[in-house]
């Protein structure tokens, strides 16, 4: 492992008088706004009973039609604190907008592990028709905190032409409002579409990281090469004098490394994971802590 201040190689000067560079900010700050109920509710094609999801992947590996990968944190309605074990069941329509209503496919439930992270891989659904107008792709959720009920909605993806003429993806105000439930996707360099959606919810939860603090404390710049194999290597900035530390975490929310612990000034750093040969191939979470406060986090893929 190694760590490096980035600030005094690139400016050729003595740490002790380098400067922290100014802090990047992210272009679309998340808001804390909770989660709404669809105005489609459960709709017609939903099974008790599904599966808990393997390995992080509701659709396997010939499932026709384009990658993608869902992840976010489960968070309490102040965005103060994150929300484990919370139960999030998901069914779509496969490429075809086809519903598998015999059987469980492109069915699944993942549980919030003990950071409040989700994630699971799938295809983005596929579109059919809701009388003489087609519905925007979307997947179906019932997401049940621990202790407290659950919520119905659906997600749907930004630049889909259907959304303005769908009478639920179109709301914008009100219980049903589903503007902070159409989320931007990026393309990895593997092809794969990505998305970030954070649960707002009630529930009772654990203090980990509130939305933003990361502003002013410090944040995880970049991970990469993404999907990684043998190195990673990890660029963030500490705003603050303080103790810091870089973990990584597992889908389970176990900690399968701590790459540095120690007492930085505001600068850019950077570390290196070379994770053990035995670390299993999928998802992990770099995550920042600023004074025993995790303020940031980043998703990156293990692929061997």
Same mark, same amino acid.
């Given at each position: ?32 706004? @909770? ?27 010939? @499932? ?193 490394? @701590? ?10 750093? @950077? ?34």
């Amino acid at each position: 492992m190694r760590n490096t201040s980035l600030a005094a190689l690139s400016l050729g000067i003595l740490p002790s008088i380098a400067k922290a560079t100014e802090p990047l900010k992210p272009n679309s700050p998340i808001l804390c706004d @909770e989660s709404t109920e669809d105005a489609y509710g459960q709709g017609p094609f939903y099974k008790a009973n599904a599966p808990s999801i393997q390995n992080d992947i509701l659709a396997n590996s010939n @499932e026709v039609g384009t990658r993608l990968i869902l992840s976010g944190q489960v968070l309490n309605l102040a965005c103060s604190e994150v929300i484990p074990n919370t139960e999030i069941d998901i069914w779509h329509a496969n490429d075809a907008g086809e519903y598998d209503n015999s059987g469980y496919n492109l069915r699944g439930k993942a549980i919030s592990n003990s950071q409040g992270f989700y994630v699971f891989e799938t295809i983005k659904p596929g579109l059919y028709l809701n009388g003489s107008t087609y519905r925007p792709s979307h997947f179906h959720f019932k997401i049940t905190p621990p202790n407290f009920p659950t919520l119905i909605t659906q997600l749907y993806f930004a630049g889909d032409p259907h959304i303005a003429t769908d009478a639920a993806a179109s709301l914008t105000t009100g219980t049903f409002d589903a503007s902070n439930r159409i989320i931007p996707l990026t393309t990895n360099v593997n092809g794969v579409l990505e998305g970030t959606w954070d649960i707002v919810i009630n529930g009772d939860g654990i203090s980990l990281s509130a939305n933003n603090i990361h502003l002013d404390k410090g944040m995880i710049y970049s991970a990469s090469p993404n999907p990684f194999n043998n190195r990673l290597e990890i660029k963030y900035g500490v705003f603050q004098q303080a103790k810091v530390s870089v973990f990584v975490y597992n889908i389970e929310g176990k900690i399968v490394a @701590e790459l540095n612990k120690q007492q930085l000034n505001p600068q850019k750093y @950077e570390v290196i994971w070379e994770p053990d040969s035995n670390l299993a191939n999928g998802h992990y979470f770099i995550a920042l802590q600023i004074n025993d406060l995790q303020v940031h986090y980043m998703k990156v893929i293990r692929k061997k």
